[in-house]
């Protein structure tokens, strides 16, 4: 059995589920339900099925998702559930959180049942106390503690999961529903729907099993300077970063770039330059960020170091082998990140 997730000493202890023991829960779930030949018995646990997979997958509160009406909260055509808009906990955040692809199918085909619809003439108004034994119990059968199973612990799971993911830290605040920190600058601010976009983007992005986002800055145009060639775009990260870009004016026209829009800019990892100080570099390079080395990996030719920004986005930076080794960095160290701004790439998506 695989160690739950733990903070450092000195800490909370805090449980966890890695992806790995999510898969093993969430497989005894799905088991549970067929194992059963009782159509009423059958009935009783496809609705704590889907309790899990909502909690799974959303990151909701078990109380949000008790309180939802399914059949209003659902959004069948975006594949979004809305948290806070009826039932008994209004007082909460109100959001929006797009499910993955294929448990919307799993979700709506249960839901599409006549037999479960009658069912839930209660919705999923039942005692909590009852989900939590259940959860509890799918937990011991996969060889976990009970409080593995809590649903606190897989919804702080998929908290950590999104993360791990790279999916910077505002956005996995914004599925959640935790309070975000300010993320307005005097010129531009990202309004509630721009962060439901970005969160989207990665469970879209997740459910198609893309590659990590690293490298990448989700963010939204800022500032604009037309050159008689090329142009100097100013980015403003979610996690208030100013990643500046030139490109040129053909380029500026054709992705009809301006204030406010939403866009991705990418750097590829041989353009990254790093360096080991305490003090903001004094260099030509536009863009300097601060980091962790999280990892490294040595091979015959190069080292590529990987560092995390303080809003959770991961840069990956490749040197050759003698330069890696002249840096003498090692992981846990504190590096500045640098590129300028010609290596800078933006998307529309």
């Not at 309180?67 to 009826?86: C, M, Q, W």
């Amino acid at each position: 059995m695989t160690p739950p997730i733990k903070h450092q000493p000195g800490s909370l202890n805090i449980i966890c589920l890695d992806p790995v023991q999510l898969g093993q829960l969430e497989k005894s779930f799905r088991e549970w339900v067929e194992e059963t030949h009782r159509p009423d018995t059958r009935l009783s646990r496809k609705r704590i099925w889907i309790i899990f997979l909502l909690i799974r997958y959303t990151g909701a509160r078990l109380n949000e998702v008790l309180a939802l009406n399914p059949f209003e909260d659902i959004d069948y055509n975006r594949r979004i559930v809305s948290f806070g808009k009826t039932g008994d906990v209004k007082s909460l955040r109100k959001r929006e959180v797009q499910l993955p692809e294929s448990v919307f199918n799993e979700i709506w085909s249960a839901l599409n049942d006549d037999a479960f619809k009658e069912f839930l003439t209660q919705m999923f108004r039942i005692d909590p106390g009852h989900v939590r034994r259940k959860f509890y119990e799918r937990a011991i059968s996969c060889g976990f503690s009970p409080a593995q199973g809590a649903p606190d612990v897989i919804r702080r799971a998929r908290g950590v999961e999104l993360i791990q993911g790279n999916v910077p830290l505002p956005v996995v605040q914004q599925i959640m529903g935790h309070s975000t920190p300010n993320l307005a600058a005097s010129y531009v601010k990202f309004s509630d729907e721009d962060m439901r976009q970005l969160a989207n983007y990665f469970i879209e992005k997740e459910s198609r099993n893309k590659t990590s986002a690293r490298n990448m800055f989700f963010g939204k145009v800022c500032a604009v300077r037309k050159g008689d060639i090329q142009s100097c775009v100013d980015v403003l990260t979610i996690g208030e970063y100013i990643i500046t870009t030139v490109i040129t004016n053909d380029s500026l026209e054709r992705l009809c770039l301006k204030p406010g829009l939403l866009v991705t800019a990418e750097v590829k990892a041989p353009w990254i330059m790093l360096q080991k100080s305490a003090d903001e570099p004094k260099c030509s390079a536009e863009n300097k960020l601060m980091g962790t080395v999280i990892h490294i990996r040595e091979g015959e030719i190069t080292m590529e170091f990987v560092i995390r920004i303080s809003d959770g986005t991961s840069l990956c930076a490749i040197t050759t082998r003698e330069t890696g080794s002249r840096l003498g960095i090692l992981e846990n160290d504190s590096v500045w990140a640098i590129f300028n701004s010609f290596a800078v790439i933006l998307h529309v998506d």
